[in-house]
């Protein structure tokens, strides 16, 4: 399916990616789930390729953006002027906050990190839910979102996320068998 453009695409493309990550890691071997990523050797530049280390991170890392884009939300709506990014992150900084994030999390079991993530996927999912096609895709609806439209952000933090994590995991099944 392409990019979402109305709330349904959104809301199916979103549930769509979702079940296929959960299918992913519910048909990992013990030996994938128990094997630490390594990703060296790949020549990959981006810092989530050596930052990850297991399927836990890459729940707890959906789950905080989540956090993020409902905090976001949240706040604005009811009147607040907040960024997406928490102060003292931005754009340019935001890999340092993705390792704060790591950092923070791990003592969080792999069971927690799931069960954090299918409640916040669901909050989002729901939020995204109680909003108009206009409200999600119209750019500049809400002057907190600048010339974006609010739902790019839903896209960039359920469906194409889902797709990212699903593809990382796919290329540690493929080092490590299934």
Same mark, same amino acid.
Not at 9 to 16: A, H, I, N, P, Q
Not at 99 to 107: Q, V
Not at 143 to 165: E, K, P, R, V
């Given at each position: 399916?392409?990019?979402?453009?109305?709330?349904?695409?959104?809301?199916?493309?979103?549930?769509?990616?979702?079940?296929?990550?959960?299918?992913?890691?519910? !048909?990992? &071997?013990?030996?994938?789930?128990? +094997?630490?990523?390594?990703? =060296?050797?790949?020549?990959?530049? $981006?810092?989530?390729? @050596?930052?990850?280390?297991?399927?836990?991170?890459?729940?707890?890392?959906?789950?905080?953006?989540?956090?993020?884009?409902?905090?976001?939300?949240?706040?604005?709506?009811?009147?607040?002027?907040?960024?997406?990014?928490?102060?003292?992150?931005?754009?340019?900084?935001?890999?340092?906050?993705?390792?704060?994030?790591?950092?923070?999390?791990? !003592?969080? &079991?792999?069971?927690?990190?799931? +069960?954090?993530?299918?409640? =916040?996927?669901?909050?989002?999912? $729901?939020?995204?839910? @109680?909003?108009?096609?206009?409200?999600?895709?119209?750019?500049?609806?809400?002057?907190?979102?600048?010339?974006?439209?609010?739902?790019?952000?839903?896209?960039?933090?359920?469906?194409?996320?889902?797709?990212?994590?699903?593809?990382?995991?796919?290329?540690?099944?493929?080092?490590?068998?299934?």
């Amino acid at each position: 399916m392409p990019r979402p453009t109305s709330k349904n695409d959104l809301l199916t493309l979103s549930k769509e990616n979702f079940s296929k990550l959960m299918q992913t890691v519910d !048909g990992m &071997s013990e030996k994938a789930m128990s +094997t630490p990523f390594d990703f =060296s050797g790949d020549n990959q530049k $981006e810092a989530h390729w @050596s930052r990850d280390k297991d399927v836990r991170d890459v729940f707890i890392h959906l789950y905080e953006w989540h956090q993020l884009l409902l905090s976001w939300v949240k706040s604005n709506s009811s009147g607040g002027n907040i960024t997406f990014l928490p102060a003292p992150y931005n754009w340019k900084t935001y890999g340092d906050m993705n390792r704060a994030f790591w950092e923070k999390h791990r !003592g969080t &079991s792999l069971a927690d990190a799931r +069960t954090m993530l299918e409640r =916040s996927h669901n909050d989002v999912m $729901e939020l995204a839910a @109680s909003l108009s096609d206009e409200e999600l895709f119209t750019r500049g609806h809400f002057g907190w979102t600048g010339n974006n439209a609010l739902g790019s952000y839903f896209i960039s933090n359920m469906s194409s996320h889902y797709d990212w994590a699903i593809k990382k995991l796919k290329a540690h099944i493929r080092k490590v068998g299934k």
